[in-house]
């Protein structure tokens, strides 16, 4: 019978930018402790140090994972970095929480899944949309949508203001998990892998569109276009879902068709959108939830993971496709240009001693 501590597991984070700030707020929301924080920017670490007292602060991770007694770990650096801190901290025997992609390529994602399985280190990325208030309703009224038509996520960011070409086509290959995850939760079949056809007007967009077994799946992301939405439209056959994935709430539309319901959409329309993002704030602001709505969610069931010895929110399977499909749109599109983001990549490094 597995023992499970009522101590707080001792959490590090390596990355203590804005989503180390957020990764290291929901560790202590989920009743772990944060008592390691890891940036190559001295001011950095300090400043995020500063809000946890009992956190000693390194360089780097590998410092880190060497010196710091780690009962979990979150990586919350640049994609470029994930594959040598993952593998680093399973050779270590430390669980870790990684910023999506879990690594830049579906053959290193592979390898890292393969290595984590072999050692018995829970690893898993950080798909937290799949952990939102919106997303689980969705889940749950999926039942009412019918057989559904198409399923199509939009996000228009801002978070490339300033940013060259070949960073913002970085930055939208970062953002493709998040639709391809989601699209995953509500398909009944697989992620198709061939059949997508992918355009990339400029650099920071992308549209790809692929049927799945009937189903549409439409994804378009741009670093330009405005205003900033992110939102998934469950459109099926006797309903229709809208996601507002940047808030986290869901609303169901009705598909039965009559003039009055037809003159009257708008205005039910409005007010179902209004109760439910009302209803959402008020969730969130119990929760103290200002950003990243579904990041607190993920992090405690990964924890709950760890503390039982149980099984990845995320599967080692649900993440390997993922990480295909994006490969596959990622080459297609011929985003950044550079090798670096295709997956006929040189095999793998050594298993860490």
């Known amino acids: ?9 001792k959490a590090g984070i390596v990355g203590a930018g804005l989503m180390g700030r957020w990764h290291a707020w929901a560790v202590q929301k989920a009743g772990s402790a944060v008592v390691a924080i890891a940036d190559l920017d001295a001011a950095s670490r300090q400043r ?17 994972l060497a010196q710091a007694p780690l009962d979990v770990l979150h990586v919350c650096t640049s994609s470029s970095t994930h594959y040598g801190l993952v593998q680093s901290a399973i050779g270590a025997g430390v669980p ?18 393969d290595l984590a399985r072999k050692r018995d280190v829970l690893i898993a990325p950080v798909h937290q949309f799949l ?19 198409r399923i199509e996520q939009t ?6 203001a300033g940013s060259s070409g070949e960073q913002l086509d970085t930055i939208v290959a970062d953002i493709l998990p998040h ?23 400029r650099c920071g967009e992308l549209h790809a569109l692929c049927d799945a077994s009937g189903t549409t799946l439409a994804i378009f992301i741009s670093m330009e276009a405005r205003p900033t939405v992110c939102t998934l439209d469950l459109i099926g056959t006797d309903a229709t879902i809208h996601l507002n994935l940047y808030h986290g709430y869901a609303v169901i539309e009705p598909g039965r068709a009559s003039r009055t319901r037809k003159v009257t959409h708008p205005f039910r329309s409005a007010a179902g959108t209004l109760a439910a993002a009302s ?7 119990l929760r103290s939830e200002a950003a990243y709505p579904g990041l607190l969610g993920l992090v405690r069931a990964f924890h709950h993971a760890v503390r039982t010895h149980g099984e990845s929110p995320i599967s080692a399977a ?18 950044v240009g550079g090798d670096r983001w295709l997956p006929n990549q040189p095999e793998a490094g050594p298993e860490p001693s």
């Open 96 to 113: 870790v929480l990684v910023e999506k992609p879990l690594a830049p390529t579906a053959t290193e994602t592979t390898h890292l899944l």
């Open 1 to 9: 019978e597995t023992v499970v501590s009522n101590e707080p597991l």
């Open 279 to 285: 209803l959402n704030l008020a969730r969130r602001a």
């Open 318 to 335: 649900q993440t390997a496709e993922v990480a295909r499909v994006r490969d596959r749109l990622v080459e297609d599109a011929g985003l």
């Open 48 to 64: 995020l140090a500063s809000r946890y007292p009992a956190a000693v602060t390194f360089a780097d991770g590998e410092s880190m």
């Open 155 to 160: 996000v228009c960011s801002a978070g490339g």
């Open 131 to 149: 952990f939102q208030d919106g997303v689980v309703r969705a889940h749950h009224l999926l039942a009412q949508v019918g057989r559904i038509v």
């Open 179 to 201: 639709p391809l995850s989601l699209m995953q939760l509500f398909l009944r079949t697989p992620l198709p892998q061939e059949g997508w056809v992918v355009l990339r007007p």
